[in-house]
Nanobody, 122 residues
Framework: QVQLVESGGGSVQAGGSLRLSCVVS????????MGWFRQAPGKEREFVGI???????DYADSVKGRFTISRDDAKQTVYLQMNSLTPEDTASYYC????????????????WGQGTQVTVSS
């Protein structure tokens, strides 16, 4: 079992950048693929991106080219670098851990953080 804690959210103007962090406790961090999701008020939680154990990544089309996920297994931390932010990126952002292979739906994940709020103003 792992526990996840996100940080780094805040308010930024359109065009700005933020980096979110997700610290994972537990001995098996390196065996997990780590995903990022986001949820805006009144909307379903949506896939943002994922990084697998070997460092390969995949992203939602809406963030591809603007967001980058990385991981530091020694620090048991996964990062979400967000550039060129727009008001449409405003949401609570969640990191999540999984080991089952499927990854685009929230139900594919075994553990979640509490979320961190990102607000982008125009």
């Amino acid at each position: 079992q792992v526990q996840l804690v996100e940080s780094g959210g805040g308010s930024v103007q359109a065009g700005g950048s933020l980096r979110l962090s997700c610290v994972v406790s537990g001995r098996t961090f390196s065996s997990y693929a780590m995903g990022w999701f986001r949820q805006a008020p009144g909307k379903e939680r949506e896939f943002v991106g994922i990084i697998w154990r070997g460092g390969n990544t995949d992203y939602a089309d809406s963030v591809k080219g603007r967001f980058t996920i990385s991981r530091d297994d020694a620090k048991q931390t996964v990062y979400l670098q967000m550039n060129s932010l727009t008001p449409e990126d405003t949401a609570s952002y969640y990191c999540a851990a999984q080991r089952n292979g499927r990854y685009r739906n929230p139900g594919d994940y075994d553990a979640w953080g509490q979320g961190t709020q990102v607000t982008v103003s125009s």
